[in-house]
Every structure is written in C-alpha cells, then in structure tokens.
T-cell receptor, first 114, second 115 residues
Framework: AQSVTQLGSHVSVSEGALVLLRCNYS??????LFWYVQYPNQGLQLLLK??????LVKGINGFEAEFKKSETSFHLTKPSAHMSDAAEYFC????????????FGTGTRLTIIP | GAGVSQSPSNKVTEKGKDVELRCDPI?????LYWYRQRLGQGLEFLIY????????KSGLPSDRFSAERTGESVSTLTIQRTQQEDSAVYLC?????????????FGPGTRLTVL
C-alpha cells in the first residue's frame, strides 16, 4: 500500500525567504508523485508532478520538487516566497502499476510573514 | 474550457437524512474520482469511475455511501442516513484517462455539514 507523510502541518516563512515543504512517500512500485495547492475557498490545483525522466520537476509559480528515490522524498521548494504563496499544500502519490488513485498527505499550511 | 463543477457548494442536513452530491467532470474525461476531506486531514479516496464502471469501491466508508455515473458524464454520490462523522468537504476530480500519468483536475467541492 502507498502512503505519504508531510512533515510539519504548519510552516511559516518570511517574504523573500526559501520555501521548503517536506514530503516522504512509501510505495511498493515506482511512484508517480504530485504536489497540489489549495488556496482559501478554492479547489485543488496541480503545482507539478513527477512520472518518469528528469528527477527535478518544475511547476507553476516558481515551485520545483526533486524526486529522490534513495530518500523516498519529493520535497517542494521555491527560492523566494511571495505573499500570494500562502495556501495549503498537499503531496500525493499514485502507483505506476494497477492502482492509479491518489493517496494524499495530510497537508502543510504555508504562512508568509511580511 | 469549463473545469469540474460540483453542486451544491454547501449542504446542511439533519442526522438521518439522505443527501445527493453532484459532480460534472470536464467534457471528454473518462475517469472520475470522489475524495473526502475532513477538517484538518488530507484527502481520502472514496471511489473512481472508468467510464460508467466503478471497479474499485474499497474506499467507500460504509454501505450508506453509494455512487453512480451516467455514461462519461455526471456522477452522483449519495449518502443515506447521514451521520455527524460524514461532515466533510467532498471533492470530485476528473482526468482524461485512468493512466497514472494523467493529471486529476479537482472541482471546488461540496461542504457537507450534518447536524
């Protein structure tokens, strides 16, 4: 069975500082990995995804994530935080064979300090 | 084009009543998914449809929950005899196909409150 762990339910960073949101996964087969963002009172929006190929994935709004198989991690980063980045971020995994449902982490709420 | 839409956006009901939640997927998307998001928790998979077939119903919490889909269009999630623990945001998503590489596009959700 697949699972996702997001370390830190709340993260606060200063505007302009590095954003790092942690995600570790467990999967019995090669995983597909996703980051979704949920802005207040809005639906989930895909930020980026890793399926195969290059392990450093670039997404929208300046975010990127790196798939590290040896660490079973898929941490999300952004070099310089912006006030508009305040939202809840969800890491998700689906298995590449057989079961394509998404298994989500519990989410990390990102607060940007002016 | 239009995204995934869900109705109603909010539903308040009394314990023991039945509720129906509706999802309109993106046109042409063959795969449709239902998830539940309880307060302070991640999304919990409920059921998916490939066309109008639901091969995996393992995520449905109890036999009070059922879902159907008409062709490759609208889906309805029905909760019978609602309980307070059913209070959550119910999210629908659709994707072009059921391949794991396909992006799931989410609707805004239906917030269900059971009094």
């Amino acid at each position: 069975a697949q699972s996702v762990t997001q370390l830190g339910s709340h993260v606060s960073v200063s505007e302009g500082a590095l954003v790092l949101l942690r995600c570790n996964y467990s999967s019995s087969v090669p995983p597909y990995l996703f980051w979704y963002v949920q802005y207040p009172n809005q639906g989930l929006q895909l930020l980026l995804k890793y399926t195969t190929g290059a392990t450093l994935v670039k997404g929208i709004n300046g975010f990127e994530a790196e798939f590290k198989k040896s660490e079973t991690s898929f941490h999300l980063t952004k070099p310089s935080a912006h006030m508009s980045d305040a939202a809840e971020y969800f890491c998700a995994v689906s298995e590449s064979v057989g079961n394509e449902k998404l298994t989500f982490g519990t989410g990390t709420r990102l607060t940007i300090i002016p | 084009g239009a995204g995934v839409s869900q109705s109603p956006s909010n539903k308040v009901t009394e314990k023991g009543k039945d509720v129906e939640l509706r999802c309109d997927p993106i046109s042409g998307h063959t795969a449709l998914y239902w998830y539940r998001q309880r307060l302070g928790q991640g999304l919990e998979f409920l059921i998916y449809f490939q066309g109008n077939s639901a091969p995996d119903k393992s995520g449905l919490p109890s036999d009070r929950f059922s879902a159907e889909r008409t062709g490759e269009s609208v889906s309805t999630l029905t909760i019978q005899r609602t309980q307070q623990e059913d209070s959550a945001v119910y999210l629908c998503a659709s994707s072009v196909s059921f391949a794991g590489t396909d992006t799931q596009y989410f609707g805004p959700g239906t917030r269900l409150t059971v009094l």
